[in-house]
């Protein structure tokens, strides 16, 4: 089966006479497309990415590149929840890879659906961000078990997952999984236990003061206390400098997405003084 | 040997016997109990514990070079800040006191608990698989000394399951030696959250 070699590189700069933030494609190759920018309250500037063929297929190598000019602001986000296609046996592992670059004292926004892994897929995503001075970042992910609905539960073959994130030339995160699902059961203990859907919200701005990062840590891990049920643990990590994590772990898919949001919105107006702007598509 | 035995027994004070990295708030919300703790830490091994020895490993190889880059990638690894903290902590008091008894150049900074078990031993002219073996072993010690405070585990129960878990240390230790820092995965999202949610719990016996 031939597979999609596709390509997406945005430039996000901001336009000071008019104080917006303007995007310029600077390459797309299909499957990926982005067919325009929808210009924000505040003069963000909001792309989504298509993904034409519908979701990710065996042997697909996909990259996005992602450049925040110097101000400028971005929000991307999918169109909807990334589909992992069937892997025939001996197939290639579907490969998307991520790079984002924030410069400084601009504010990068990645929101996008979930990731549902169908059964025997086989992925791997391997996603850089660096942050300059100044520069901010809100980067959700979630992974689903699968098609819950077709009776799949963790029956994808295997997700390999890459994230690293810097600021200022210094790693605050690295993140390293790998998920199979045969050789190591999800539902130990020392994994998911009893949970099946996972998330991870990072919240960033390289340079923010020790008595900010206090106060958001504060109301987030209240937050996180008031959102928390028996289906839905939602915990809060301070990193080493520049940001917090948010992780979810639900029983659910339901739950994540209005969570995500909540603390979104929470620290977008604590770090800058905004209202968080909810992604223009149908959910 | 016997000065590595020492560095490894939970007698050591360093004070790792006040934490419990997350544990206690698996068991306070009952995500686990003593039928589940055997798979639990061989889980564990097989994620944290594998991390944890490349890490050991680096440290033993490195000698104190690059000792910043590879403690900054620990840190970055590690979410949880309490885990983060806990291992930080530990690991600066291990290096001091080793270092006040067998003396030795400081690397200076930040240390975490398996960077400073691979540097120490690396002194002390140990070989990096039996110090990546140790440091495994007094982890777990740990652990399951953590639970006998938090669960009903009885001496000989917990006895019987660090005996049998060395096996699986050791095949850790050994799948470490191929590993390195940079790609080495681990998947614990559930640890980390306890880890993470830890200082919420209404009664603490531990400090993380």
């Known amino acids: 089966m031939p597979h999609s070699d596709g390509r997406l590189s945005l430039q996000f700069e901001y336009d000071a006479p008019t104080a917006r933030t303007v995007l310029q494609v600077a390459e797309q190759r299909q499957p990926l497309k982005v067919v325009r920018a929808f210009q924000m309250q505040g003069g963000a500037a909001l792309a989504h990415v298509h993904n034409l063929s519908g979701g990710i297929l065996a042997g697909d190598r996909l990259s996005l590149d992602l450049q925040i000019g110097p101000g400028a602001q971005a929000q991307v986000t999918s169109t909807g929840a990334t589909r992992l296609y069937r892997s025939r046996a001996g197939a290639a592992a579907a490969e998307f890879t991520a790079r984002a670059s924030v410069r400084a004292g601009a504010l990068l926004e990645y929101l996008p659906d979930p990731l549902i892994p169908f059964a025997d897929s086989r992925f791997h995503q391997d996603t850089a961000v660096s942050l300059e001075d100044d520069a901010g970042l809100f980067w959700w992910e979630t992974v689903t078990p699968g098609r819950e609905a077709h009776g799949e539960l963790f029956s994808y073959d295997a997700l390999r997952f890459r994230f690293d994130l810097d600021a200022e030339g210094i790693p605050i995160a690295l993140e390293r999984s790998h998920l199979d699902p045969v050789a190591r059961p999800l539902g130990s203990p020392a994994r998911l236990g009893p949970y099946r859907y996972f998330s991870s919200f990072y919240v960033c701005r390289a340079g923010a003061g020790e008595s900010t990062w206090r106060d958001l840590e504060k109301q987030l891990r209240e937050l996180a206390g008031t959102l928390s049920s028996p289906v839905i643990l939602w915990g809060l990590g301070r990193l080493p400098a520049h940001g917090l994590v948010v992780r979810a772990l639900s029983q659910n898919g339901r739950d994540i997405p209005s969570g995500l949001i909540s603390f979104w919105r929470v620290a977008k107006q604590a770090l800058y003084g905004q209202d968080a702007v909810i992604p223009r598509k149908i959910y | ?208």
């Open chain 2, 1 to 208: 040997m016997l000065k590595l035995m020492q560095l490894a027994d939970s007698a050591l004070p360093v004070g790792s016997a006040a934490h419990s990295f997350g544990l206690e708030t698996l068991v306070a919300e009952e995500l686990l109990d003593a039928g589940s703790l055997p798979s639990f830490l061989r889980g564990y091994l097989l994620e944290t514990g594998i991390v944890e020895a490349a890490f050991c490993r680096a440290a033993h190889r490195l000698a104190g070079v690059g000792w910043t880059e590879l403690n900054q990638q620990l840190s970055a690894r590690k979410p949880a800040q309490e885990s983060r903290g806990a291992s930080l902590t530990l690991g600066r008091r291990f290096l001091q006191l080793f270092l006040a008894l067998e003396g030795g150049p400081d690397p200076g900074g930040e240390a975490h608990y398996a960077t400073a078990f691979g540097y120490a031993s690396r002194l002390l002219g140990v070989g990096e698989e039996l110090a990546t073996a140790c440091y495994l072993q007094q982890t777990v010690n740990g652990m399951v000394y953590a639970c006998q405070r938090l669960m009903p585990l009885g001496q000989q129960h917990a006895a019987r399951l660090l005996w049998e878990i060395k096996p699986a240390i050791l095949s850790t230790a050994q799948a470490s030696c191929a590993a390195d820092v940079e790609t080495t995965a681990a998947f614990t999202p559930l640890v980390e959250i306890a880890s993470m949610r830890h200082v919420d719990q209404a009664t603490r016996l531990f400090i993380s």
